[in-house]
Structures are given as C-alpha cells and as structure tokens.
C-alpha cells in the first residue's frame, strides 16, 4: 500500500514525458523515461526484499520460505523488465539514428519491444 503511492507518482512522471516528448520531439523525455524505470525498478527490489514496509522501516525477510516465493520472483522479473527498458532508452537517447531507414525505426524500439514481450509470462 505505501509503495503504491510512489509508483503512481512515478509513473504519473513517465506519462508526462511520454505527453511532453509527443508534443516537442524533446530527446531529453528518454532520459526522464530511464530514471523512472530505474526508479520503479529500484521500488519492486525493495518490495521483494522488504515487504511492503516504508523505506525507514525494518525489512520484513520473509516470503521466500512459503508459497509467497513466486510472486517474489515474478517481481523479480519484472524488475529486470524495467532495468532493460531504462537500458534500451538510454541507448536510443545516446545513439539516435541507431538501425534507422526508411523502412524500419531505430532499433531500441525493437528491443524495449523484446523487453516488453518477456514480461508478458508475468501478467
């Protein structure tokens, strides 16, 4: 329930750059898009490693010895999601005319696509 309030914000963030980046073409969204991944994914670890407990808090350990284990590990999953999300957009920030043609899109598009399709187990 605490974790919930920052991954709304945060995503709320992303959105925003998704909205500002169609309106202006600013690069620059990509990277705000990196540290919100970053940020969600650095939010689930915690989640895995502490429970839903606030930051300052006493890490709850357990989940991993009962039937709780595999929703840990689909979390798990998803973090890495995230983590190759933030690394494709970094690089499509820092090369963007990577695989580019007039046929097909910068090819970071693909792979956050692959990154995407592996979460799909998940859901």
Known sequence: REHKVFAGFIRLVAAQSFMHQYLTDDANDLLVR????????????HTVTCGRNWFWEACEGGGWDDERWALRMATVFACLQLVGNALCLGLQFSYPLSGLSKTTG???LFWRGVCQAAAIPIQ
Do not use: E, K, M
């Open 34 to 45: 990196v540290v919100t991944s970053l940020l969600r994914a650095g939010l689930q670890i």
């Open 106 to 108: 910068n090819r970071y």
